[in-house]
């Protein structure tokens, strides 16, 4: 159930990124959903693999370089998913991968962990 309101809570973030920049667009919410689930399977297999072979890059950029392997995971996940999913350019996608990573943490913080706390 967790993993789900993950998948859910990436959409709606997606969504909500796609309608702040104008080169990053989504077809619609089946889209963001898709989006959201290629996306875990990458933040689950691939980018493990690129954080172990850029791990100097990441120590000498005091960690920065993470926002690149997710710009990376975002351009790949725009790549599988066709003319659903666009971004205009790698520029794009850092600063949405920033965006994206601002948002999960919080909504994590202000919603899921008070949430939990409750129960």
Do not use: H
């Amino acid at each position: 159930m967790r993993w789900f309101l993950s998948i859910l809570i990436n959409a709606l973030v997606l969504i909500v990124v796609a309608g702040y920049f104008d080169s990053f667009e989504l077809s619609g919410v089946g889209a963001a959903i898709v989006a959201s689930l290629i996306l875990a399977v990458l933040n689950t297999i691939v980018k493990p693999i690129l954080v172990i072979l850029t791990l100097p890059v990441t120590v000498l950029s005091l960690g920065l370089f993470l926002f690149v392997i997710n710009a990376v995971t975002l351009m790949l996940t725009a790549a599988l998913m066709g003319d659903a999913f666009n971004i205009d350019g790698f520029g794009t996608a850092i600063l949405a991968a920033i965006v994206i990573s601002l948002l999960n943490v919080l909504i994590q913080k202000v919603v899921v962990e008070p949430l939990q706390k409750r129960n």
